[in-house]
């Protein structure tokens, strides 16, 4: 089955600065990647995601990008806030029901 | 709030104890879904229906879980004769439609601790 690894597993940054979480997949054939968001106590909220045909998405302050002959995918914040202080979780899947997912990495934003 | 509901979302429970947790999915979603989570990890897939129908298991869950939907609306996951190791956060998903892509929209969590 898919093997998903993240990395860091922790994160501290300066808020205004940028975050990089990386991911690696096993499956050659995964095409969607979804990245979501978990505060604590809270349900994981879904913040961007890229399917295999694209190379790169933004969207505002979050971008994704993904390397498939790598089998790997990055996630990028920039201008980061406190409110960006979570966990966050990278996954992958081949079909379109089964998420595999990272460990998580919990990022926190010093004000 | 109509996103996906759960409920208990705590229980403290003895082992040996049966317990049943209950996901109401987003309306008109066709697929939910069961995942679970322990402390510092990610979630993993346990089981998913699409309308009625229960289409795939994890080895995961093993014979003391049980999950259903009837009418393809609520679900219920029960877990029979509980064990320590069964302690995790049980969470509940929804989508609509099929194919690669479609949004899963998570539940807050159901806490289980076996003691």
């Known amino acids: 089955g898919e093997n998903v690894e ?23 054939a995964s095409n969607y990647f ?32 993904l390397n498939k002959t790598a089998k790997h995918f990055s996630l990028h914040i920039t201008e980061t806030q406190p409110e960006d202080s979570a966990v966050y979780f990278c996954a992958a899947t081949s079909n379109d029901y089964k998420l595999s997912f990272g460990a998580g990495t919990t990022v926190t934003v010093r004000a | 709030d109509t996103g996906v509901s759960q409920n208990p979302r705590h229980k403290i429970t003895k082992r040996g104890q ?8 987003i309306s008109e979603h066709n697929r939910l879904y069961w995942y679970r989570q322990t402390l510092g990890q990610g979630p993993e897939f346990l089981t998913y229906f699409q309308n009625e129908a229960q289409l795939e298991k994890s080895r995961l869950l093993s014979d003391r879980f049980s ?49």
């Open chain 1, 6 to 28: 993240q990395h860091p597993s922790t994160l501290s940054v300066q808020e205004g600065d940028s975050a990089v979480i990386k991911c690696t997949y096993s499956d050659s």
């Open chain 1, 34 to 65: 979804p990245w979501y968001k978990q505060e604590l106590g809270k349900r994981p909220q879904l913040i961007i995601d890229i399917r295999s045909n694209v190379g790169e998405k933004k969207d505002q302050r979050i971008a994704v990008t």
């Open chain 2, 18 to 25: 049966n317990v049943t947790f209950r996901c109401d999915p």
């Open chain 2, 67 to 115: 999950a259903e939907r009837p009418k393809g609306s609520f679900s219920t996951l029960e877990i029979q004769r509980t064990e320590q190791g069964d302690s995790a956060m049980y969470l509940c998903a929804s989508s609509w439609g099929t194919g690669v892509g479609n949004t899963i929209y998570f539940g807050e969590g159901s806490w289980l601790t076996v003691v």
